[in-house]
């Protein structure tokens, strides 16, 4: 198993940031401040925990004025990147929600290190006019890091983040600022506003199936922009999607010697096999994808689609193989039971076997 995220909080990373501060704050107290960091219940906590933890020691050590602070901060996190550096945002989260002309310039500056997508979502939910405003003022900035925050950070469903329920019941607001962004040179920024438009096409399938047929055809750009952000969409096979990207229903393609075996054990691979033919003379545009409907602890299935492949295909039948690994990841727990296995072609069904794991 890989190492524990939570873990890149060592004594070689607080030990640094201690001398980072003490450049700027001789006042520092180096020492007390890795003995707090470092408390009886530190091992106890997870990623964020700790991150919230070195934020509130920082509030510790540091001045009690909040602009003082932060001035102090904003140096010594230009010295630091990655996302384990996300303190510095939570120091603002925490200790600056009453001084927004403070706080403001500060997550755009630490978000040239690491990522303020977090932390501005405690400000959306305080004061969302407000800040939207800000995100737009944002999505005009010459820096990407800038520019990504303010499609990041008011994605409705941002993964391991407060969720944003205005957004969810109505994205207007957030449509206006990825409006903005679709055509940023940056590609960094351009997957952000497809992920956030992802996100909204699970609540406003709609909306961004018109969004879709606006935008798509415009440049190579945004065809990839638009095509990311349907992802889901097309997961679920959605007719007007797959019509909307050329991918025809299929009808005239058959499945067939699905080999699957009738049972593995975990931590093996689920290796399987089936062939493809046209009725016509060649099989066309196809997104080849499989299903596996997992067992869960209670017993019930849930099922998670993944691609296999997508082309234009000039002949008539293709053989495919392919595998699933049932190892152990952190993402996913496997049980034991019967689960399925679907083969889909251009978001329909086309043959299916049922095979057993073991633990």
């Known amino acids: 198993m890989p190492e524990p995220l939570k873990n890149l909080y060592n004594e070689a990373l607080i030990e640094n940031l201690g001398d980072r501060i003490f450049d700027h704050y001789d006042s520092f107290d180096k020492k007390t401040f890795q003995q707090s960091v470092f408390d009886k219940n530190w091992h106890e906590k997870a990623l964020k925990q700790r991150m919230r933890h070195i934020a509130e020691c920082l509030r510790l050590h540091l001045p009690d004025d909040y602009k003082k602070a932060i001035k102090i901060l904003k140096p010594v996190s230009s010295q630091f990147s990655g996302f384990e550096y996300m303190f510095f945002q939570d120091y603002?989260?925490?200790?600056?929600?009453?001084?927004?002309?403070?706080?403001?310039?500060?997550?755009?500056?630490?978000?040239?290190?690491?990522?303020?997508?977090?932390?501005?979502?405690?400000?959306?939910?305080?004061?969302?006019?407000?800040?939207?405003?800000?995100?737009?003022?944002?999505?005009?900035?010459?820096?990407?890091?800038?520019?990504r925050l303010?499609?990041?950070?008011?994605r409705p469903r941002l993964p391991w983040a407060i969720s944003l329920p205005t957004f969810k019941r109505n994205p207007k607001p957030v449509l206006a600022i990825l409006k903005t962004l679709m055509e940023d040179d940056s590609e960094y920024v351009r997957r952000s506003v497809a992920n956030n438009l992802n996100d909204i096409s699970k609540d406003h399938p709609d909306i961004i199936i018109n969004w879709s047929r606006q935008w798509l055809g415009k440049n190579k750009n945004t065809d990839r922009l638009v095509k990311h952000a349907c992802r889901t969409?097309?997961?679920?096979?959605?007719?007007?999607?797959?019509?909307?990207?050329?991918?025809?229903?299929?009808?005239?393609?058959?499945?067939?010697?699905?080999?699957?075996?009738?049972?593995?054990?975990?931590g093996s691979n689920l290796e399987f096999s089936f062939s493809i033919r046209a009725q016509k003379e060649k099989l066309?545009?196809?997104?080849?994808?499989?299903?596996?409907?997992?067992?869960?602890?209670?017993?019930?299935?849930?099922?998670k689609v993944f691609k296999i492949?997508?082309?234009?295909?000039?002949?008539?039948?293709?053989?495919?193989?392919?595998?699933?690994?049932?190892?152990?990841?952190?993402?996913?727990?496997?049980y034991e039971g019967r689960h399925r296995l679907t083969i889909i072609i251009n978001g329909i069904e086309k043959a299916s076997q049922t095979f057993k794991v073991y633990l």
């Open 92 to 147: 603002v989260e925490c200790f600056g929600m009453h001084d927004f002309k403070t706080s403001m310039p500060a997550l755009a500056h630490f978000t040239k290190y690491a990522s303020s997508e977090f932390a501005v979502r405690a400000f959306i939910l305080q004061d969302e006019k407000r800040m939207m405003k800000q995100m737009a003022l944002w999505a005009g900035s010459k820096n990407h890091h800038v520019r």
């Open 150 to 154: 303010a499609s990041e950070g008011c």
């Open 233 to 266: 969409l097309l997961k679920q096979g959605n007719p007007q999607l797959m019509m909307l990207f050329g991918f025809s229903t299929a009808k005239h393609i058959e499945v067939s010697s699905l080999r699957v075996p009738e049972k593995i054990t975990l």
């Open 284 to 303: 066309g545009k196809c997104r080849l994808e499989f299903a596996i409907d997992f067992v869960k602890a209670s017993g019930r299935l849930n099922r």
């Open 309 to 334: 492949s997508e082309a234009d295909y000039a002949e008539k039948e293709k053989d495919v193989s392919k595998y699933f690994s049932f190892r152990k990841i952190s993402t996913r727990k496997y």
